[in-house]
């Protein structure tokens, strides 16, 4: 007969397990917080990351965001003929982009590349023992290796959320103007009139820089607390990417509702 | 010995979770000296050195270095005291992303603030003093283990530190490789005038090497002495060790049922 | 201080994303067309403002004039009381009148003014009195099956009464 217990109680400590990891990050994130003196006084380690997780991320972004613009131009166009309303076609992929796809999915790419890649990092230089080398030289690792990484990330996620957008919109002209043929000057008007630079633009900048805040915090605590081994440093940087996602989107919903609602 | 020790370890005893791993622990490290920490894979050598270091706390016991109680510092005392010595780690430890020459300058860095070409003539020095100065350009990926080690050695004296601690310094190297590191840690060690401590299990080289020798069991020190009073101790644990006896206090079998239950010859016998 | 290849990398990359945020604010957005302007405050009252809200545009000839800031009830005289902020550079004359108007057929609301021909203009905290309020459709069915049932009483309208054609409206001009 099939043992139901066993399973309800391994849920019930997944459970537990997980709100203690929250708890164990929430600690991490203040104590990351505490050693970035040295991020500040000594840019150049920040600049490093930025690169590594920011620049080197810019392929993957803008050609998603091209795509992204394009099939929202394809998708909406097909929508908006039965309304002869096709000339919003600009209306409605940018304000999809700038306030949500953006944001969003520029940060579960960010997660996917740049994330995984912080992660398997840490949790490397872990295995093979160079933070306790470090820690053994009098230098912190919080502060020499992860809180470079935290705030790299802050500064990378909002401006590859806005290049997205910025390419998801040129996508959306290409297939609406170039392709379909929807008037130049309609579809730019339209768009700068529904667009509202505060309401749209800034709050689709706010929701990347909280998603960075903590795909960043979950990348480098995955790899920091990775058991130091082979299995280990996999298994964190699947948890990387995976919990970054139910965390992007949960604070995606969190953030929508309180700024739509603010809006009123 | 009663010259002035650098290193104290008075009753020091550590568990992990329920188990206990030192039990009452206590040796001394003279200033000057060599000294190596012998014992079997999981004695608890290993945690006795990273409680030297300062990166585990005992659960009992202190450690003095230099007469400071090593576990009463906060975290700023803690790396004022780590300034004056130094870890080499089991495969090195090097960091990945430098180079050979940035990782032997990373302390320097850190530390000092020394001009660019002192630290570049610092660097030098102690890389011919390894052998290794010819690979300054490269990555720690492209050295062996054994270069890796020598570089990693490097880096560890670098600041000139009163304390050397060596993780199985001679674990996995060739026998030329072996010899080069062994010759390596006993002329820096004389040369800086800096005390050394090393965790082995390598009989052959430590009693070639060092000034003196403890040897722990199970937790505890089971026998100490000098190379010459090892060689002869009729102490059963380091007469097995010393002469690689495949049985003797440390047993051959792991604990077992009897041999008759588990092959099918008594009753209770166990199933496949 | 020495250059290197990463602040290369940094300085490009910083200013891509700057760049794209003047991109998405002039171009995209609406930064550049909604300057800070200084505004003047009219009220004006109405039955019913249909779909507008605040910050609903305020349109005279097609051309924006001004924003509605606020919408509130007026519980004694049961109407919506509109607040509208108006370009300080665009007077109006006190007779003007304000309706409650749709942008095409599935356009925002937004409140049109039609200029009067009085002397004097409206000021601040002045109160437009001419207004008409938003067309309801379900009324204007309702008045348009009633004026059907009294032309002609003796034949009754088709049960199934379509939804008067409404004539393919202009998108309003920007």
């Known amino acids: 007969m099939l043992d139901i217990r066993k399973p309800i109680a391994r849920l019930g400590h997944n459970v537990i397990d997980g709100v203690w990891r929250a708890g164990v990050m929430a600690r991490f994130f203040g104590q990351v917080l505490a050693s970035s003196g040295t991020s500040f006084s000594r840019f150049r380690l920040v600049m490093r990351e930025v690169y590594f997780s920011g620049v080197l991320s ?15 131009g394809l998708q909406g166009f097909e929508t908006l003929q039965k309304y002869g309303a096709t000339e919003s076609i600009g209306v409605l992929v940018a304000l999809s982009l700038v306030r949500e796809l953006g944001p969003v999915v520029a940060a579960l790419l960010f997660a996917s590349r740049a994330g995984s890649a912080i992660t398997a990092e840490i949790g490397l230089m872990k295995t093979t023992e160079q933070l306790t080398a470090m820690d053994m030289m009098a230098v912190s690792p919080m502060a020499r290796v992860i809180a470079p990484r935290f705030w790299a990330g802050i500064i990378s996620m909002p401006i590859l959320s806005l290049l997205f957008s910025a390419m998801g919109v040129f996508g959306g002209y290409i297939v609406g103007v170039v392709m379909i043929g929807v008037d130049n000057g309609a579809f730019w008007s339209q768009m700068q009139a529904a667009v509202d630079f505060r309401y749209d633009v800034l709050n689709g900048l706010v929701k990347a820089f909280v998603f960075g805040i903590a795909v960043t915090i979950i990348a480098t605590f995955e790899g920091y607390d990775a058991p130091p081994t082979a299995e280990g440093v996999s298994g964190a940087t699947t948890r990387t990417v995976v919990t970054s996602a139910l965390t992007i989107l949960a604070l995606d919903l969190v953030l929508t509702a309180f700024m739509l609602r603010a809006d009123h | 010995m009663l010259q002035d020790s650098l290193v104290e370890v008075e009753s020091v005893s550590f568990a992990y979770g329920r188990r206990p791993i030192l039990k009452g622990v206590s040796m001394r ?23 030297i270091g300062g990166q585990l706390t005992p659960t009992s016991g202190t450690v003095r270095l230099a007469g ?16 004056r010595m130094s870890m080499l780690f089991q495969f090195g430890a090097l960091f990945t992303d430098m180079t050979v020459f940035e990782n032997v300058a990373f302390p320097l860095r850190e530390h000092t603030k020394l001009s660019e070409s002192m630290i570049r003539d610092l660097v030098m020095m102690k890389l011919e003093a390894v052998g290794m100065r010819g690979s300054h350009r490269l990555k720690p990926a492209e050295l062996s283990g054994g270069m890796a080690r020598r570089v990693a050695l490097a880096r560890a ?13 001679f674990a996995g190297l060739d026998p030329i490789a072996l010899a080069v590191i062994g010759r390596l840690i006993r002329t820096l060690n ?17 009693l070639q090497l060092v000034d003196y020798l403890y040897f ?19 102490l059963p644990y380091v007469k097995q060790f010393v002469h690689g006896e495949t049985d003797g206090p440390v047993p051959f079998h792991y604990p077992a049922a009897p041999y008759a239950k588990d092959v099918g010859l008594a009753p209770g016998a166990a199933r496949a | 201080m020495e250059r290197t290849t990463i602040d290369l990398w940094f300085g490009a990359f910083v200013t891509a994303g700057f760049v794209a ?32 809200k605040a910050r609903g545009p305020v349109r005279s000839a097609g051309v924006l004039e001004g924003r509605v800031q606020d919408i509130h009830f007026d519980n004694e005289r049961f109407q919506a009381k509109v607040t509208l902020a108006l370009d ?32 004097k203009v409206l000021a601040g905290g002045d109160r437009i009195t001419i207004t008409q309020s938003a067309v309801v459709l379900e009324k204007l069915i309702g008045q348009f099956l009633f004026s059907k049932a009294q032309e002609s009483p003796a034949a009754a309208p088709p049960p199934a009464a379509s939804a008067p054609t409404i004539p393919a409206s202009t998108p309003a001009k920007k």
């Open chain 1, 58 to 72: 810019l392929i993957i972004i803008i050609v998603s965001g091209l795509f992204v613009g394009m099939v929202l």
């Open chain 2, 29 to 51: 490290v003279p200033r000057g000296k060599l000294v190596a920490i012998m014992g079997a894979s999981g004695s608890g050598k290993t945690t006795l050195l990273r409680i």
């Open chain 2, 68 to 83: 400071e109680d090593l576990h009463a510092l906060d975290a700023a005392g803690l790396y004022r005291m780590r300034r």
């Open chain 2, 157 to 169: 004296v670098v600041l000139d530190p009163a304390l050397v601690m060596y993780d199985e310094p």
């Open chain 2, 190 to 206: 004389d040369a800086l005038g800096s005390t050394s401590i090393i965790v082995t299990h390598d009989v052959l080289e430590s």
């Open chain 2, 216 to 234: 722990i069991s199970d937790g505890v020190i089971v026998g100490e002495g000098t190379p010459d009073e090892i060689r002869a101790s009729k």
């Open chain 3, 21 to 52: 945020l003047m991109v998405l604010a002039l171009k995209v957005g609406n930064l550049g067309a909604e300057r800070a302007t200084e505004v003047y405050r009219v009220e004006a009252r109405f039955d019913n403002i249909g779909g507008l």
């Open chain 3, 88 to 119: 300080q550079r665009y007077k109006f004359p006190k007779d003007t009148s304000a309706s409650i108007l749709t942008s095409g057929l599935l356009g925002e609301t937004y409140v049109g003014l039609e200029a009067g021909g009085d002397d």
